[in-house]
Protein backbone atom coordinates (compact mmCIF):
# COMPACT_ATOMS: atom_id res chain seq x y z
CA UNK A 1 0.00 0.00 0.00
CA UNK A 2 3.10 2.38 0.49
CA UNK A 3 3.83 2.12 -3.35
CA UNK A 4 -0.07 3.04 -4.43
CA UNK A 5 0.79 7.08 -4.78
CA UNK A 6 3.83 5.88 -6.85
CA UNK A 7 1.84 3.56 -9.15
CA UNK A 8 0.01 5.99 -11.14
CA UNK A 9 2.81 7.60 -12.24
CA UNK A 10 5.32 4.74 -12.79
CA UNK A 11 2.84 2.56 -14.99
CA UNK A 12 2.41 5.04 -17.64
CA UNK A 13 5.63 6.11 -17.87
CA UNK A 14 7.41 2.34 -17.79
CA UNK A 15 4.63 1.97 -20.27
CA UNK A 16 5.91 4.71 -22.85
CA UNK A 17 9.39 3.39 -22.38
CA UNK A 18 8.46 0.47 -23.29
CA UNK A 19 6.34 1.54 -26.09
CA UNK A 20 9.94 3.75 -27.71
CA UNK A 21 12.18 0.26 -26.78
CA UNK A 22 9.47 -1.97 -29.23
CA UNK A 23 8.84 0.91 -31.57
CA UNK A 24 8.30 -0.83 -34.69
CA UNK A 25 7.76 -4.45 -33.59
CA UNK A 26 3.69 -4.05 -34.74
CA UNK A 27 1.23 -1.77 -34.31
CA UNK A 28 -0.60 -4.48 -32.72
CA UNK A 29 1.60 -4.47 -30.49
CA UNK A 30 1.31 -0.92 -29.41
CA UNK A 31 -1.84 -1.03 -29.20
CA UNK A 32 -2.39 -3.61 -26.81
CA UNK A 33 0.64 -2.37 -24.17
CA UNK A 34 -0.83 0.51 -24.20
CA UNK A 35 -4.54 -0.62 -23.55
CA UNK A 36 -3.24 -2.82 -20.87
CA UNK A 37 -1.46 -0.03 -19.55
CA UNK A 38 -4.60 2.12 -19.36
CA UNK A 39 -6.49 -0.71 -17.85
CA UNK A 40 -3.52 -1.58 -15.13
CA UNK A 41 -3.07 2.69 -14.35
CA UNK A 42 -7.68 2.06 -13.45
CA UNK A 43 -7.31 -0.94 -11.14
CA UNK A 44 -4.57 1.38 -9.71
CA UNK A 45 -6.69 4.02 -9.22
CA UNK A 46 -9.64 2.37 -8.08
CA UNK A 47 -7.16 0.87 -5.27
CA UNK A 48 -5.89 3.83 -4.82
CA UNK A 49 -9.01 5.53 -4.16
CA UNK A 50 -10.22 3.09 -1.96
CA UNK A 51 -7.30 2.86 0.22
CA UNK A 52 -7.65 6.55 0.98
CA UNK A 53 -11.25 6.46 1.16
CA UNK A 54 -11.46 6.48 5.04
CA UNK A 55 -9.26 9.63 5.71
CA UNK A 56 -5.68 7.73 5.48
CA UNK A 57 -3.17 10.21 3.59
CA UNK A 58 -0.36 7.93 2.00
CA UNK A 59 2.64 9.54 1.58
CA UNK A 60 4.94 7.29 -0.97
CA UNK A 61 9.09 9.11 -0.49
CA UNK A 62 11.13 8.16 -3.10
CA UNK A 63 14.16 6.27 -2.56
CA UNK A 64 13.26 7.06 1.17
CA UNK A 65 14.29 10.61 1.31
CA UNK A 66 12.15 12.68 3.30
CA UNK A 67 11.06 15.66 2.55
CA UNK A 68 11.96 18.75 2.41
CA UNK A 69 14.97 16.73 0.86
CA UNK A 70 13.52 14.13 -1.36
CA UNK A 71 10.77 14.06 -3.70
CA UNK A 72 7.45 12.76 -2.57
CA UNK A 73 4.15 11.37 -3.96
CA UNK A 74 1.20 12.33 -1.51
CA UNK A 75 -2.38 10.42 -2.18
CA UNK A 76 -5.51 11.89 -0.66
CA UNK A 77 -8.60 11.94 -1.32
CA UNK A 78 -8.02 14.58 -3.70
CA UNK A 79 -5.57 13.41 -5.60
CA UNK A 80 -7.11 10.14 -5.60
CA UNK A 81 -10.23 11.20 -6.94
CA UNK A 82 -8.61 13.07 -10.06
CA UNK A 83 -6.11 10.24 -10.65
CA UNK A 84 -9.27 7.76 -11.01
CA UNK A 85 -10.43 10.43 -13.34
CA UNK A 86 -7.85 10.73 -15.48
CA UNK A 87 -7.50 6.64 -16.10
CA UNK A 88 -11.81 6.77 -16.40
CA UNK A 89 -11.24 9.38 -19.23
CA UNK A 90 -8.38 7.73 -20.76
CA UNK A 91 -9.92 4.53 -21.50
CA UNK A 92 -12.12 5.51 -23.72
CA UNK A 93 -9.83 8.44 -25.45
CA UNK A 94 -7.29 5.56 -26.45
CA UNK A 95 -10.21 3.45 -27.36
CA UNK A 96 -11.02 5.72 -29.75
CA UNK A 97 -7.47 6.31 -30.98
CA UNK A 98 -7.38 2.57 -32.11
CA UNK A 99 -9.93 3.57 -34.62
CA UNK A 100 -7.69 4.96 -36.70
CA UNK A 101 -6.58 8.26 -35.32
CA UNK A 102 -2.85 6.54 -33.63
CA UNK A 103 -1.70 4.96 -36.86
CA UNK A 104 -1.55 8.70 -38.54
CA UNK A 105 1.78 9.08 -37.27
CA UNK A 106 4.53 7.33 -35.02
CA UNK A 107 4.92 7.28 -31.72
CA UNK A 108 1.42 7.79 -30.38
CA UNK A 109 1.07 5.55 -27.77
CA UNK A 110 3.95 6.52 -26.23
CA UNK A 111 3.09 10.10 -26.43
CA UNK A 112 -0.35 9.03 -25.10
CA UNK A 113 1.07 7.11 -22.09
CA UNK A 114 3.76 10.01 -20.90
CA UNK A 115 0.60 12.49 -21.22
CA UNK A 116 -0.68 9.94 -18.53
CA UNK A 117 2.42 10.09 -16.64
CA UNK A 118 2.65 13.57 -16.16
CA UNK A 119 -1.00 14.15 -15.59
CA UNK A 120 -1.22 11.97 -12.59
CA UNK A 121 1.90 12.77 -11.36
CA UNK A 122 1.00 16.73 -11.12
CA UNK A 123 -1.91 15.24 -9.70
CA UNK A 124 0.20 13.53 -6.60
CA UNK A 125 2.75 15.42 -5.99
CA UNK A 126 3.72 16.77 -2.89
CA UNK A 127 6.21 19.82 -3.85
CA UNK A 128 6.39 22.39 -6.58
CA UNK A 129 9.35 21.50 -8.57
CA UNK A 130 8.46 18.00 -8.67
CA UNK A 131 4.99 19.95 -10.00
CA UNK A 132 7.32 22.05 -12.29
CA UNK A 133 8.41 18.43 -13.94
CA UNK A 134 5.33 16.84 -14.52
CA UNK A 135 4.07 19.96 -15.73
CA UNK A 136 6.75 19.58 -18.59
CA UNK A 137 5.86 15.70 -19.08
CA UNK A 138 2.81 16.41 -20.04
CA UNK A 139 3.21 19.37 -21.98
CA UNK A 140 5.77 17.80 -24.12
CA UNK A 141 3.84 15.54 -24.62
CA UNK A 142 0.66 17.09 -25.62
CA UNK A 143 2.62 19.16 -28.10
CA UNK A 144 3.15 16.03 -30.31
CA UNK A 145 -0.54 14.97 -29.65
CA UNK A 146 -1.88 17.58 -30.36
CA UNK A 147 0.57 17.85 -33.92
CA UNK A 148 -0.64 14.31 -34.32
CA UNK A 149 -1.43 13.51 -37.78
CA UNK A 150 -0.12 16.94 -39.51
CA UNK A 151 -2.38 19.41 -41.34
CA UNK A 152 -2.55 23.09 -41.34
CA UNK A 153 -5.23 23.94 -38.64
CA UNK A 154 -3.39 21.63 -36.33
CA UNK A 155 -0.43 23.79 -37.13
CA UNK A 156 -2.18 26.69 -36.58
CA UNK A 157 -4.03 26.06 -33.24
CA UNK A 158 -0.33 24.42 -32.01
CA UNK A 159 1.65 27.41 -32.47
CA UNK A 160 0.25 29.49 -30.15
CA UNK A 161 -0.47 26.46 -27.25
CA UNK A 162 3.53 26.07 -27.77
CA UNK A 163 4.38 29.22 -27.15
CA UNK A 164 2.43 30.19 -24.56
CA UNK A 165 3.05 27.29 -22.85
CA UNK A 166 6.47 27.74 -23.28
CA UNK A 167 6.64 31.17 -21.92
CA UNK A 168 4.53 29.90 -18.90
CA UNK A 169 6.95 27.25 -18.13
CA UNK A 170 9.85 29.23 -17.96
CA UNK A 171 7.56 31.85 -16.03
CA UNK A 172 7.02 28.83 -13.18
CA UNK A 173 10.70 28.35 -13.58
CA UNK A 174 11.40 31.58 -12.66
CA UNK A 175 8.98 31.85 -9.86
CA UNK A 176 10.19 28.56 -8.11
CA UNK A 177 14.04 30.00 -7.78
CA UNK A 178 12.24 33.04 -6.21
CA UNK A 179 11.10 31.10 -3.82
CA UNK A 180 13.11 28.55 -2.84
CA UNK A 181 15.87 31.61 -2.63
CA UNK A 182 14.00 32.89 -0.16
CA UNK A 183 12.41 30.20 1.48
CA UNK A 184 14.30 27.53 1.30
CA UNK A 185 11.84 24.54 -0.06
CA UNK A 186 9.52 24.03 -2.54
CA UNK A 187 7.51 21.05 -0.73
CA UNK A 188 3.89 22.07 0.03
CA UNK A 189 3.48 21.14 3.46
CA UNK A 190 6.73 22.55 4.24
CA UNK A 191 5.47 25.72 3.06
CA UNK A 192 2.49 25.25 4.64
CA UNK A 193 4.63 25.28 8.07
CA UNK A 194 7.25 28.24 7.41
CA UNK A 195 5.27 30.35 5.11
CA UNK A 196 3.38 32.42 8.29
CA UNK A 197 6.60 33.05 9.67
CA UNK A 198 8.71 34.63 6.94
CA UNK A 199 10.26 37.74 8.23
CA UNK A 200 8.82 40.53 7.30
CA UNK A 201 11.88 42.13 5.11
CA UNK A 202 10.67 38.79 2.92
CA UNK A 203 7.09 39.25 2.66
CA UNK A 204 7.42 41.16 -0.84
CA UNK A 205 9.58 38.72 -2.37
CA UNK A 206 7.95 35.65 -1.80
CA UNK A 207 4.54 37.51 -2.41
CA UNK A 208 6.06 38.52 -5.88
CA UNK A 209 6.90 34.64 -6.14
CA UNK A 210 3.43 32.76 -4.92
CA UNK A 211 1.89 35.25 -7.72
CA UNK A 212 3.90 34.06 -10.31
CA UNK A 213 3.21 30.80 -9.51
CA UNK A 214 -0.55 31.07 -9.15
CA UNK A 215 -0.25 33.33 -12.61
CA UNK A 216 0.86 29.68 -14.35
CA UNK A 217 -1.43 27.41 -12.66
CA UNK A 218 -4.49 30.12 -14.56
CA UNK A 219 -2.28 29.99 -17.88
CA UNK A 220 -2.48 26.42 -17.17
CA UNK A 221 -6.78 26.66 -16.26
CA UNK A 222 -7.14 29.09 -19.22
CA UNK A 223 -8.18 32.30 -17.49
CA UNK A 224 -8.96 35.26 -18.61
CA UNK A 225 -7.19 37.25 -20.39
CA UNK A 226 -4.89 33.92 -20.96
CA UNK A 227 -7.72 31.74 -22.69
CA UNK A 228 -8.09 32.78 -26.08
CA UNK A 229 -5.47 30.15 -27.30
CA UNK A 230 -7.91 27.42 -26.05
CA UNK A 231 -10.97 27.27 -28.23
CA UNK A 232 -8.98 26.98 -31.60
CA UNK A 233 -6.11 24.59 -30.16
CA UNK A 234 -8.80 22.11 -28.76
CA UNK A 235 -10.55 22.04 -31.98
CA UNK A 236 -8.24 21.24 -34.09
CA UNK A 237 -6.86 18.28 -32.35
CA UNK A 238 -7.54 15.40 -33.20
CA UNK A 239 -11.25 13.86 -31.58
CA UNK A 240 -9.74 11.33 -29.20
CA UNK A 241 -6.58 13.76 -28.38
CA UNK A 242 -9.27 16.40 -27.50
CA UNK A 243 -11.22 14.55 -25.33
CA UNK A 244 -7.98 13.48 -23.22
CA UNK A 245 -7.27 17.38 -23.27
CA UNK A 246 -10.77 18.37 -21.68
CA UNK A 247 -8.53 17.37 -18.04
CA UNK A 248 -5.65 19.53 -19.03
CA UNK A 249 -7.10 22.47 -17.33
CA UNK A 250 -8.03 20.72 -14.24
CA UNK A 251 -4.60 20.33 -13.19
CA UNK A 252 -4.52 24.31 -13.05
CA UNK A 253 -7.05 24.49 -10.98
CA UNK A 254 -6.56 21.68 -8.53
CA UNK A 255 -2.59 22.87 -8.35
CA UNK A 256 -3.99 26.18 -7.56
CA UNK A 257 -6.46 24.96 -5.02
CA UNK A 258 -3.76 22.72 -3.51
CA UNK A 259 -1.83 25.97 -3.30
CA UNK A 260 -4.39 28.52 -1.95
CA UNK A 261 -6.08 25.64 0.71
CA UNK A 262 -3.11 24.38 1.86
CA UNK A 263 -0.25 27.19 2.13
CA UNK A 264 -1.95 30.55 1.84
CA UNK A 265 -4.01 30.46 5.33
CA UNK A 266 -2.39 32.25 8.10
CA UNK A 267 0.31 33.19 5.61
CA UNK A 268 0.96 36.95 5.42
CA UNK A 269 2.84 36.55 1.90
CA UNK A 270 -0.69 34.59 0.61
CA UNK A 271 -3.15 37.10 2.18
CA UNK A 272 -5.82 38.65 -0.27
CA UNK A 273 -3.75 37.49 -3.08
CA UNK A 274 -6.34 36.33 -5.04
CA UNK A 275 -8.89 38.72 -4.65
CA UNK A 276 -10.38 40.77 -5.46
CA UNK A 277 -9.67 40.00 -8.98
CA UNK A 278 -9.74 36.24 -9.74
CA UNK A 279 -13.57 35.97 -9.50
CA UNK A 280 -13.95 39.07 -12.03
CA UNK A 281 -11.29 36.93 -13.82
CA UNK A 282 -13.35 33.96 -13.30
CA UNK A 283 -17.12 35.33 -14.28
CA UNK A 284 -15.76 36.72 -16.96
CA UNK A 285 -13.87 33.53 -18.37
CA UNK A 286 -17.48 31.73 -17.90
CA UNK A 287 -18.61 34.59 -20.16
CA UNK A 288 -16.28 34.21 -23.18
CA UNK A 289 -16.75 30.77 -23.10
CA UNK A 290 -20.18 31.54 -23.56
CA UNK A 291 -20.33 33.93 -26.15
CA UNK A 292 -17.55 31.50 -27.75
CA UNK A 293 -19.96 28.92 -27.56
CA UNK A 294 -22.44 31.11 -29.54
CA UNK A 295 -19.97 31.70 -32.41
CA UNK A 296 -18.72 28.39 -32.75
CA UNK A 297 -18.55 26.89 -36.34
CA UNK A 298 -18.18 23.49 -35.32
CA UNK A 299 -19.45 21.22 -32.59
CA UNK A 300 -15.71 20.67 -31.92
CA UNK A 301 -15.19 24.47 -31.17
CA UNK A 302 -18.75 24.12 -28.96
CA UNK A 303 -17.29 21.72 -26.57
CA UNK A 304 -13.79 23.57 -26.44
CA UNK A 305 -16.35 26.42 -25.47
CA UNK A 306 -17.36 24.56 -22.53
CA UNK A 307 -14.04 23.78 -21.07
CA UNK A 308 -13.28 27.71 -20.95
CA UNK A 309 -17.17 28.01 -18.90
CA UNK A 310 -15.79 25.05 -16.93
CA UNK A 311 -12.48 26.74 -16.21
CA UNK A 312 -14.22 29.64 -15.34
CA UNK A 313 -16.89 27.73 -12.96
CA UNK A 314 -14.25 25.99 -11.34
CA UNK A 315 -12.02 28.95 -10.52
CA UNK A 316 -14.52 30.86 -8.95
CA UNK A 317 -14.97 28.55 -6.78
CA UNK A 318 -11.56 28.58 -6.12
CA UNK A 319 -11.27 32.08 -5.53
CA UNK A 320 -14.59 31.51 -3.09
CA UNK A 321 -12.05 29.48 -0.21
CA UNK A 322 -15.12 28.07 1.79
CA UNK A 323 -15.44 24.34 2.17
CA UNK A 324 -18.79 23.88 0.80
CA UNK A 325 -17.71 25.85 -2.61
CA UNK A 326 -14.82 23.11 -3.01
CA UNK A 327 -17.26 20.64 -2.41
CA UNK A 328 -18.92 21.43 -5.27
CA UNK A 329 -16.24 22.42 -7.22
CA UNK A 330 -15.35 18.27 -6.90
CA UNK A 331 -18.71 17.65 -8.03
CA UNK A 332 -18.88 19.68 -10.93
CA UNK A 333 -15.37 18.90 -12.40
CA UNK A 334 -15.90 15.23 -13.06
CA UNK A 335 -19.32 15.76 -14.69
CA UNK A 336 -18.16 18.96 -16.54
CA UNK A 337 -14.82 16.95 -17.74
CA UNK A 338 -16.21 13.49 -18.83
CA UNK A 339 -19.34 15.63 -20.65
CA UNK A 340 -17.13 17.64 -22.80
CA UNK A 341 -14.80 14.46 -23.49
CA UNK A 342 -18.17 12.94 -24.95
CA UNK A 343 -18.75 16.39 -27.00
CA UNK A 344 -15.48 16.13 -28.43
CA UNK A 345 -15.70 12.69 -29.79
CA UNK A 346 -19.06 13.16 -30.71
CA UNK A 347 -17.59 15.76 -32.89
CA UNK A 348 -15.59 13.03 -34.54
CA UNK A 349 -18.17 10.26 -34.70
CA UNK A 350 -20.64 13.22 -36.27
CA UNK A 351 -17.33 14.21 -38.61
CA UNK A 352 -16.57 10.58 -40.02
CA UNK A 353 -21.02 9.93 -40.23
CA UNK A 354 -21.13 13.73 -42.41
CA UNK A 355 -17.98 13.22 -44.85
CA UNK A 356 -16.54 16.74 -46.51
CA UNK A 357 -19.26 18.63 -43.85
CA UNK A 358 -17.60 17.12 -41.13
CA UNK A 359 -19.13 18.37 -37.63
CA UNK A 360 -19.22 22.11 -38.89
CA UNK A 361 -22.41 23.54 -38.08
CA UNK A 362 -24.15 23.58 -41.73
CA UNK A 363 -26.50 21.83 -43.38
CA UNK A 364 -25.32 18.79 -45.20
CA UNK A 365 -26.17 15.08 -46.17
CA UNK A 366 -28.74 13.30 -43.40
CA UNK A 367 -26.19 10.86 -41.74
CA UNK A 368 -26.27 7.43 -41.93
CA UNK A 369 -27.01 6.00 -38.12
CA UNK A 370 -28.41 9.75 -37.12
CA UNK A 371 -30.75 8.73 -34.37
CA UNK A 372 -28.25 7.01 -32.33
CA UNK A 373 -25.80 9.77 -32.49
CA UNK A 374 -28.68 12.05 -32.02
CA UNK A 375 -29.68 10.40 -28.50
CA UNK A 376 -26.11 10.74 -27.60
CA UNK A 377 -26.24 13.83 -28.20
CA UNK A 378 -29.52 14.90 -26.92
CA UNK A 379 -28.07 13.25 -23.34
CA UNK A 380 -24.44 15.25 -23.62
CA UNK A 381 -26.41 18.10 -24.29
CA UNK A 382 -28.69 17.97 -21.33
CA UNK A 383 -25.83 17.33 -19.18
CA UNK A 384 -23.63 19.88 -20.23
CA UNK A 385 -26.96 22.90 -20.05
CA UNK A 386 -27.49 21.69 -16.20
CA UNK A 387 -31.01 20.45 -16.80
CA UNK A 388 -32.47 17.83 -14.53
CA UNK A 389 -32.18 14.92 -13.95
CA UNK A 390 -28.72 14.41 -15.19
CA UNK A 391 -25.37 15.01 -13.31
CA UNK A 392 -24.90 18.49 -14.49
CA UNK A 393 -28.58 19.87 -12.83
CA UNK A 394 -26.81 18.49 -9.20
CA UNK A 395 -23.46 20.25 -9.74
CA UNK A 396 -24.95 23.59 -10.34
CA UNK A 397 -27.53 23.27 -7.34
CA UNK A 398 -24.04 22.36 -5.75
CA UNK A 399 -22.70 25.81 -7.11
CA UNK A 400 -25.15 28.09 -6.38
CA UNK A 401 -25.39 27.37 -2.43
CA UNK A 402 -22.00 26.56 -2.05
CA UNK A 403 -20.10 29.44 -3.67
CA UNK A 404 -21.03 33.22 -3.68
CA UNK A 405 -22.21 35.34 -1.23
CA UNK A 406 -22.60 38.85 -0.02
CA UNK A 407 -21.99 41.09 -3.11
CA UNK A 408 -20.94 38.49 -5.68
CA UNK A 409 -23.85 35.90 -4.73
CA UNK A 410 -26.14 37.62 -7.66
CA UNK A 411 -23.01 37.75 -10.13
CA UNK A 412 -22.27 34.13 -9.45
CA UNK A 413 -26.16 33.44 -10.14
CA UNK A 414 -26.33 35.19 -13.20
CA UNK A 415 -22.72 33.63 -14.98
CA UNK A 416 -24.15 30.17 -13.79
CA UNK A 417 -28.01 30.53 -14.89
CA UNK A 418 -27.21 32.20 -18.30
CA UNK A 419 -24.29 30.33 -18.93
CA UNK A 420 -26.86 27.25 -18.68
CA UNK A 421 -29.05 29.08 -20.90
CA UNK A 422 -26.99 29.85 -23.52
CA UNK A 423 -25.43 26.64 -23.51
CA UNK A 424 -28.76 25.06 -23.45
CA UNK A 425 -29.48 27.09 -27.13
CA UNK A 426 -26.18 26.55 -28.76
CA UNK A 427 -27.03 22.90 -28.64
CA UNK A 428 -30.55 22.78 -29.63
CA UNK A 429 -29.20 24.84 -33.14
CA UNK A 430 -26.27 22.68 -32.88
CA UNK A 431 -28.70 19.37 -32.95
CA UNK A 432 -31.27 21.55 -35.51
CA UNK A 433 -28.08 21.14 -38.07
CA UNK A 434 -26.50 18.51 -37.51
CA UNK A 435 -29.57 16.07 -36.88
CA UNK A 436 -32.74 17.71 -37.84
CA UNK A 437 -32.14 19.37 -41.14
CA UNK A 438 -30.75 17.24 -43.89
CA UNK A 439 -29.77 18.43 -47.26
CA UNK A 440 -29.69 15.63 -48.60
CA UNK A 441 -31.00 11.59 -48.46
CA UNK A 442 -29.11 9.80 -45.88
CA UNK A 443 -26.10 7.68 -47.53
CA UNK A 444 -25.67 3.88 -47.11
CA UNK A 445 -24.98 3.36 -43.53
CA UNK A 446 -21.33 3.12 -42.63
CA UNK A 447 -19.66 -0.58 -41.20
CA UNK A 448 -19.17 -1.33 -37.17
CA UNK A 449 -21.63 0.38 -34.85
CA UNK A 450 -23.12 3.90 -35.20
CA UNK A 451 -22.55 4.92 -31.29
CA UNK A 452 -18.80 3.65 -31.10
CA UNK A 453 -18.09 2.00 -27.59
CA UNK A 454 -15.99 5.00 -26.71
CA UNK A 455 -18.81 7.52 -27.03
CA UNK A 456 -21.16 5.58 -25.13
CA UNK A 457 -18.76 5.10 -22.34
CA UNK A 458 -19.03 8.74 -22.15
CA UNK A 459 -22.74 9.35 -22.60
CA UNK A 460 -23.37 6.95 -19.63
CA UNK A 461 -21.11 8.92 -17.56
CA UNK A 462 -23.51 11.77 -16.66
CA UNK A 463 -26.28 9.25 -16.13
CA UNK A 464 -24.08 7.12 -13.98
CA UNK A 465 -23.04 10.44 -11.88
CA UNK A 466 -26.55 11.26 -10.92
CA UNK A 467 -27.54 7.72 -10.03
CA UNK A 468 -24.51 7.73 -7.80
CA UNK A 469 -25.27 11.48 -6.91
CA UNK A 470 -25.32 10.84 -2.78
CA UNK A 471 -21.94 8.77 -2.85
CA UNK A 472 -20.36 10.94 -5.47
CA UNK A 473 -21.61 14.06 -3.50
CA UNK A 474 -20.13 12.86 -0.22
CA UNK A 475 -17.17 11.97 -1.19
CA UNK A 476 -16.64 15.20 -2.99
CA UNK A 477 -17.37 16.98 0.17
CA UNK A 478 -15.12 14.70 2.69
CA UNK A 479 -12.01 15.10 -0.10
CA UNK A 480 -13.04 19.10 0.80
CA UNK A 481 -13.35 18.49 4.29
CA UNK A 482 -9.60 16.84 4.21
CA UNK A 483 -8.38 19.40 1.99
CA UNK A 484 -9.27 22.26 4.47
CA UNK A 485 -8.07 20.61 7.34
CA UNK A 486 -4.83 21.32 6.52
CA UNK A 487 -3.14 19.54 9.47
CA UNK A 488 -3.47 16.05 8.84
CA UNK A 489 -1.94 16.53 5.09
CA UNK A 490 0.98 18.66 6.34
CA UNK A 491 1.80 16.20 9.77
CA UNK A 492 2.02 12.97 7.13
CA UNK A 493 4.24 14.53 4.67
CA UNK A 494 6.55 16.96 7.18
CA UNK A 495 5.57 15.44 10.62
CA UNK A 496 5.29 17.93 13.50
CA UNK A 497 6.43 21.50 12.34
CA UNK A 498 9.88 20.07 11.76
CA UNK A 499 13.25 22.08 12.23
CA UNK A 500 15.43 21.10 9.19
CA UNK A 501 18.25 23.03 7.54
CA UNK A 502 17.26 25.38 4.87
CA UNK A 503 19.31 27.11 2.38
CA UNK A 504 18.64 30.61 2.48
CA UNK A 505 19.52 33.55 -0.10
CA UNK A 506 22.47 35.55 0.31
Known sequence: MTHLPFLPFLLPFAAAGLLLLLEGRG?????????????AGLLGAVALTAAVSGGEILVYRLGNWPAPFGIVFVADRLAALMVLLLFALALPALLAALRGLDARGPHFHALFQLQLAGIAGAFLTGDLFNLFVCFEILLIASYALLLHGGGLEQTRGGLAYVVLNLAGSALFLAGLGLLYGTMGTLTLADLAFELP?????????????????????????????????????????????????????????VALLRL???????APAGASLLWPWLPVLALATVALGTVSALAARRLAAVAASLVLVSSGTLLFAVADGGEAATAAALVYLPHSTLVTAGLFLLSGAVAAARGAPGDGLVRGPAMAGALPLGLAFAVLALAASGMPPLSGFLAKLMLLQGAGSGGWQVAWWTALLVSGLVTALVLARTASLLFWEPREAAAAAPPGPAVPPALLMLVLASPALALAASPVAGHAGAAAQQLHARIPYM????????????ERRP
Open 27 to 39: LALARGLSLAAVL
Open 197 to 253: VVPPADVPLVRVALMTIALVFLLKAALLPMAFWLPHAYAAAGAPVAALFAILTKVGV
Open 260 to 266: SVIAFPD
Open 491 to 502: VAVMGMGPDVPR
